[in-house]
């Protein structure tokens, strides 16, 4: 069956070091992906976009890497706060197509310590 | 910009009540979403728009009715609410492009008893 998975439910770091969370798919040739941000009680929110010709992007302290061989993609956090406690989820879009509802893995719930 | 709003914020009903909610975006996007998200199932696709006048089925549509008669605004209604879909309800919307991001409202929260 196609698949979109986060590794853990949960991962807990101290201040100051680099949250490393992990997507696989199967099943799905996606030409990009997405990392949402979620905090409790709203939305989700768009972080970054990844295409499948682009082996790394980066904004401010955040990296994400894309492996189509692998069909995974890494998000890092570098130099954590506890400002980035929360849920990140990633997405893809199964079709490659204009207005095709994504697909979202069930995310995982970041915990950073001061 | 408002972006995507969501009516009401919270809701309890008793099983068999109906009920809609309101999504608005004034985003003039193409593209509209409703999911609903449970602990431990993530987001799963309940009904979506790839236009005004058009509604497409998603993932777990079951007990659930969607309207899209402004492009602006997309309903979701219960007909007949049971305790399974309690749950919380986002709305998004998306532009026309491929690869684009998704904006969500802020959710509704809904208890059936």
């Known amino acids: 069956s196609q698949k979109i998975e986060q590794n853990s439910e949960a991962l807990n770091i101290q201040e100051g070091k680099t949250a490393t969370l992990t997507c696989n798919y199967t099943?799905?040739?996606?030409?990009?992906l997405q990392w949402y941000r979620q905090d409790p009680g709203r939305g989700p929110v768009f972080l970054l976009l990844?295409?499948?010709?682009?082996k790394e992007k980066r904004k401010e302290r955040l990296k994400v890497t894309f492996d189509t061989t692998l069909k995974q993609s890494l998000f890092h956090i570098t130099a954590s706060q506890p400002a980035d406690s929360a849920t990140y989820l990633c997405?893809?879009?199964?079709?490659?197509?204009?207005?095709?509802?994504?697909?979202f893995g069930k995310g995982t719930t970041l915990s950073v310590s001061s | 910009n408002a972006g995507v709003t969501q009516t009401p914020k919270f809701r309890v009903l008793k099983t068999g009540q109906s009920m809609t909610l309101l999504c608005a975006q004034d985003?003039?996007?193409?593209?509209m979403y409703w999911y609903r998200q449970d602990p431990g199932m993530g987001l799963r696709l309940i009904h979506y728009?790839?236009?005004?006048?058009?509604?497409a089925k998603g993932e777990v549509p079951d007990g659930y009715n969607v309207s899209r008669l402004k492009k602006q605004n997309f309903l979701l209604g219960l007909e007949s609410a049971a305790p399974s879909q309690t749950s919380v309800y986002f709305c998004?919307?998306?532009?026309?492009?491929?690869?684009?991001?998704?904006?969500f409202g802020p959710g509704t929260r809904l208890t059936v008893l």
């Open positions: 997405a893809l879009d199964p079709f490659n197509q204009a207005g095709t509802a994504l697909i």
């Open positions: 985003m003039n996007h193409e593209y």
């Open positions: 728009s790839v236009g005004e006048g058009t509604t």
């Open positions: 099943n799905y040739s996606p030409a990009y």
């Open positions: 998004a919307s998306t532009s026309g492009r491929a690869g684009r991001e998704q904006f």
């Open positions: 990844i295409r499948e010709n682009e």
